[in-house]
């Protein structure tokens, strides 16, 4: 497994992970999580993300080390993985998009399941349902533009 690390300031954190292990995981960041300059790790947030990646992968947040940064994390200066999607790679976009087509219904399934386990992590429900229908709406975009 890929090696992970939590970083967090005193409003937020992210999961430390290396971007092609989030590929391989068919983990599709939000637009709440960031990516380095390098595009070589991503920074998957606490709540939605983080927790997708560590269900997919079937680990826990136990055992990984975390770094806690007094005032606002460094993290937050970084490009969001939407504007990174936007501007990155052809071809890790065309895989991504490629992956999401080819595994619609299980992406669909997935995040009905994740959906399930994040109503647990939410104090409030209707949050936890705003960002799942934005990452439905999000993986709608990438669909309809693969088709184009």
């Not at 993985?81 to 299980?106: F, I």
Request: charge should be negative.
């Amino acid at each position: 497994m890929a090696k992970l690390r939590w970083i967090s300031d005193s409003g937020h954190g992210w999961l430390e992970v290396p971007t092609k292990a989030v590929l391989d995981a068919g983990v599709v960041p939000s637009k709440y999580s960031y990516t380095s300059d390098d595009r070589r790790m991503t920074y998957l947030e606490e709540d939605c993300d983080a927790r997708a990646y560590l269900w997919e992968v079937g680990s826990d947040d136990d055992d990984i080390p975390e770094e806690y940064i007094d005032g606002d994390c460094w993290v937050r200066g970084l490009d969001r993985c939407s504007d990174a999607q936007k501007t990155g790679k052809k071809k890790t976009n065309e895989k991504r998009r490629n992956w999401m087509v080819d595994n619609h219904e299980l992406l669909v399934g997935k995040l009905y399941v994740i959906l399930d386990k994040a109503m647990e992590e939410y104090e409030n429900p209707e949050d936890c349902a705003q960002d799942f229908r934005e990452y439905t709406n999000a993986w709608l975009a990438s669909r309809t533009n693969s088709r184009k």
